[in-house]
């Protein structure tokens, strides 16, 4: 079992600066995810997203050195089974609706886990008020920009896989640590092969789409999971669970910056309801898993 320093009682620059970079380079990932769905779709662009992240991931953590047990195998294909239709999930729903509020409907399944964990009756009213947020975004709300309702469903099905993500990362990484990432992506990867093959075939190959899915790679998987690892061990629980509540908002910025997604009113207050939301119970229970993003 290898050590990590403890994290001091309040959060040094560092590890803040670093898990703002990881959470804005998940983003920026994102928006060169989106900017490939034209070219070879949104299954194609998570089969290479996947692939790629993988093999980056492979050859930082060296997942060979430590091979799973028996016991722990189950779980840890159950994990890269689930990790593979997050992704196809979240990128379908991205294909059809505003990055920041894919996020915001995703982020809901790591905040139900949070909140039931915590048992706290007081945890009833952020459970209300990011119900409240969902019903902002949804399509049945009245809107000048009304959104796809096909596209809310399957940002709420991501939310969910991500929630059951959570519990399948604690039961692998048990015995592997940060390795069970690496193991979950090299099994997603080859489970993603199918569906991308089949939208966008040797198009996958095309030297420039390569290009730019070594960029969504790199930004969506490499740079965040060392930034993040810098972050964790050097960060309070806490404040590292309040500061990760911050993504939404910031997938409504990139995506404002970078794909020209202007969001309503009623928009921005369903984001901003799930992001205090999670801010509450981020301050009364334990933090997310890091997003598999």
Not at 98 to 124: C, H, N, Y
Not at 234 to 249: K, S, V
């Amino acid at each position: 079992m290898t050590s990590t320093p403890i994290a001091s009682r309040e959060a040094a620059p560092l590890p803040v600066a670093a898990l703002m970079g990881a959470m804005v380079s998940i983003q920026i990932g994102a928006t060169f995810a989106k900017g490939l769905f034209p070219q070879i779709g949104a299954q194609g662009t998570t089969t290479l997203r996947l692939v790629i992240g993988a093999l980056m991931l492979i050859a930082v953590l060296r997942p060979w050195q430590m091979r799973p047990s028996r016991a722990t195998l189950p779980w840890l294909v159950a994990y890269g089974v689930t990790l593979c239709a997050l992704n196809l999930l979240f990128y379908a729903a991205l294909a059809r609706i505003p990055l920041g509020i894919a996020v915001a409907l995703e982020f809901t399944g790591p905040l139900l886990v949070a909140t039931l964990s915590s048992r706290r009756a007081s945890d009833f009213a952020w459970i209300a008020l990011a119900v409240a947020g969902i019903l902002l975004l949804s399509p049945f709300v009245h809107s000048l920009a009304p959104l796809d309702p096909i596209g809310v469903m399957l940002a709420l099905a991501a939310g969910g896989f991500w929630a059951l993500y959570i519990v399948l990362a604690q039961k692998a990484g048990a015995e592997l640590g940060t390795r069970t990432t690496a193991y979950g992506m090299a099994i997603a990867a080859v489970l993603v092969l199918p569906f991308g093959i089949a939208q966008a075939g040797s198009a996958l190959l095309s030297p420039s789409i390569l290009v730019s899915a070594l960029l969504v790679g790199l930004f969506s998987s490499a740079l965040p999971f060392f930034l993040e690892m810098v972050a964790l061990t050097r960060m309070p629980a806490r404040i590292y669970g309040t500061l990760t509540c911050l993504e939404p908002g910031l997938g409504a910025l990139a995506g404002f910056l970078f794909l020209h997604e202007s969001l309503t009113a009623t928009q921005l207050a369903g984001i901003a309801a799930v992001v205090v939301a999670a801010f509450g119970t981020a301050l009364t229970s334990r933090p997310p898993v890091p997003s598999p993003e």
